[in-house]
């Protein structure tokens, strides 16, 4: 397994997107913001590689420091990232995940074809996931703290913030 830089160097990396998206005006405007970590990985999984972290023992073409913050980079993005988690055996012993990166066939052909479309998807996906992880995060602390203590760390967030004052009605 290679470092992916060491293949898809940054220059390469432009490069190759560029021409991919070349009548593409959105996906040209959002490989013109990526960061050079970015723009590596997105052209490998373009070409219908995969990714994995540093030092993992997982099947997958190319490797990366903390591929999966680099997963999330491009998801911000709204870049339709998959991930394949897979269990194996930790060095300690029992098991543990390791995940792979991709893009799926079908989702480079819509990047290509309707790449506003794909990407209001992923970033409907994105609301949604953000949203269920606020709600368990609420659920945790209801549970610690109770409505109550709930309401008073919503009133100290918002006068933290410099929150209007509708912020603090709506908290209590």
């Known amino acids: 397994m290679n470092k992916v830089s060491d293949v898809y160097t940054p220059e390469l990396s432009r490069h190759k997107l560029s021409v991919r998206f070349s009548d593409n005006l959105p996906m040209i405007e959002v490989i013109r913001h990526m960061n050079?970590?970015?723009?590596?990985?997105?052209?490998?999984?373009?070409?219908?590689?995969?990714?994995?972290t540093t030092g993992y023992e997982i099947p997958a073409d190319f490797w990366v420091n903390r591929a999966s913050a680099v997963a999330c980079s491009l998801?911000?993005?709204?870049?339709?990232?998959?991930?394949?988690?897979?269990?194996?055996?930790?060095?300690?012993?029992?098991?543990?995940?390791?995940?792979?990166?991709?893009?799926?066939?079908?989702?480079?052909?819509?990047?290509?074809?309707?790449?506003?479309?794909?990407?209001?998807?992923?970033?409907?996906?994105?609301?949604?996931?953000?949203?269920?992880?606020?709600?368990?995060?609420?659920?945790?602390l209801y549970k610690s703290f109770g409505e109550e203590g709930v309401l008073e760390l919503l009133r100290n967030a918002c006068s933290a913030n410099d929150a209007s004052p509708s912020c603090?009605?709506?908290?209590g």
């Open 168 to 171: 603090e009605q709506k908290a």
């Open 75 to 140: 998801k911000q993005l709204n870049l339709p990232i998959e991930t394949q988690t897979i269990q194996t055996k930790a060095d300690v012993g029992g098991t543990t995940k390791q995940s792979v990166f991709y893009i799926s066939d079908i989702s480079i052909q819509r990047l290509e074809t309707e790449p506003e479309k794909i990407m209001s998807e992923c970033e409907k996906l994105q609301r949604i996931q953000k949203k269920s992880c606020a709600q368990k995060d609420m659920a945790r």
């Open 36 to 52: 050079n970590s970015n723009l590596c990985v997105f052209a490998a999984l373009c070409d219908g590689h995969t990714v994995t």
